[in-house]
């Protein structure tokens, strides 16, 4: 009877150490399966987060591709502008310059235009005083006709005006 007791003792002891180490893996288990549970969910958070953040990156590549055209655009906008101001510059240098020769020019036809009228009224001047001269001689040797012309006569009367 020792032995069966000691045999159903220890078969016991067995057992009891077989139900504990079984409710010790149930429950490992348990905890295993929780904190897989609670890392799936993690991971799956994560997978959303990184699915938005790749949405995100991809609208961002395109926001981006759309702005580089646009600044590559304004870049060839601006090219322009600069080579058209550059050309506008160069014409109104160009302008400028007719305009200085335009104004040296009026401005020496302004002068030969004033020597000419300072010469011709000079010279009107001069003929004028020659006129008064030729006048002045034409009446001297008309006074000198007169006194010696015959005032009996008619055209002497009428060139020396005498009544």
Do not use: H
């Not at 057992?15 to 348990?30: D, G, I, K, P």
């Not at 322009?80 to 335009?102: H, I, M, N, P, Q």
């Not at 001047?125 to 006709?145: H, M, T, V």
């Amino acid at each position: 009877m020792k032995l069966q007791i000691a045999l159903l003792s220890l078969s016991m002891a067995v057992v009891l150490v077989m139900v504990f180490q079984a409710v010790r893996q149930e429950l490992e288990l348990r905890n295993l399966k929780a904190r897989m549970l609670y890392t799936r969910d993690g991971i799956k958070k994560k997978e959303d987060a990184i699915v938005q953040l790749k949405d995100k990156i991809l609208a961002l590549r395109g926001t981006l591709a759309s702005s580089n055209t646009k600044l590559d655009q304004l870049k060839r906008k601006k090219q322009d502008t600069v080579k058209s101001t550059e050309a506008f510059e160069k014409s109104l240098k160009t302008c400028s310059a007719e305009k200085a020769d335009a104004e040296k020019k009026k401005t020496s036809m302004k002068e030969a235009l004033n020597e000419l009228q300072t010469e011709q009224s000079d010279a009107k001047k001069k003929a004028e005083q020659e006129i008064q001269s030729l006048k002045q001689q034409i009446l001297d040797r008309d006074k000198a006709i007169c006194a010696f012309a015959d005032t009996t006569k008619a055209e002497a009367r009428k060139l020396c005006a005498v009544a």
